[in-house]
């Protein structure tokens, strides 16, 4: 990954949905910067046996959850497959990044962001998502407010697999 990723602040006054959709680009970004700069391999590195974990598995990982939250829970889209997983290997994401197209899988990623971003475009926070959750529905304020979560927990995984690797640390 040799592109400069920006990553802009989030404003400290700005509307709910504006708020929102500001904080997960941070975090979109962030994991970005986390891989930035280093080789296939190192981002194919595994954190800690037996864990599967690695930077390339968060970003496969991360695109099957702009997926599924924007585009199978918010529009309502079935999939039988994911990017990387199947219904037998359902960690394929995290596992199988050995041999992986890492361009291709954050093209992937990216992509995902997209098409998440474009669902969002115009869309009340109120708005329910055509898939529900659980017997339950999910309005799309949820989701960016997951999403975020979500990033942040694997942002915090990526700080401490970005120091395995390069012994790099920062924000």
């Known amino acids: 990954m040799t592109e400069l990723t920006p990553r802009v602040d989030p404003p400290m006054a700005a509307d709910e949905a504006a708020m929102l959709t500001s904080w997960l680009d941070y975090h979109r970004s962030t994991l970005a910067l986390k891989c930035e700069g280093l080789t296939d391999d190192q981002l194919r590195l595994r954190s800690v046996p037996p864990s599967t974990l690695s930077l390339l ?5 991360m695109a099957e959850v702009e997926r599924h939250w924007f585009q199978g829970v918010l529009l309502g889209e079935e999939f039988a497959t994911g ?27 990216r992509a995902e962001i997209e ?38 927990r694997h942002n915090g995984h990526a700080d401490l697999l970005r120091e395995l690797v390069d012994g790099s640390t920062g924000e």
Not at 85 to 95: H, I, K, L, Q, S
């Open 57 to 61: 598995g968060l970003v496969r990982h």
């Open 115 to 152: 098409a998440a971003s474009r669902a969002v475009a115009g869309q009340p926070l109120d708005t329910v998502g055509k898939r529900a959750r659980q017997d339950q529905e999910v309005t799309l304020r949820w989701i960016l407010v997951h999403m975020i979560e979500e990033y942040a």
């Open 83 to 109: 990017h990387y997983w199947t219904e037998a290997d359902p960690d394929g994401d995290f596992d199988h990044v050995d041999t992986a197209d890492v361009a291709a899988d954050f093209a992937t990623w």
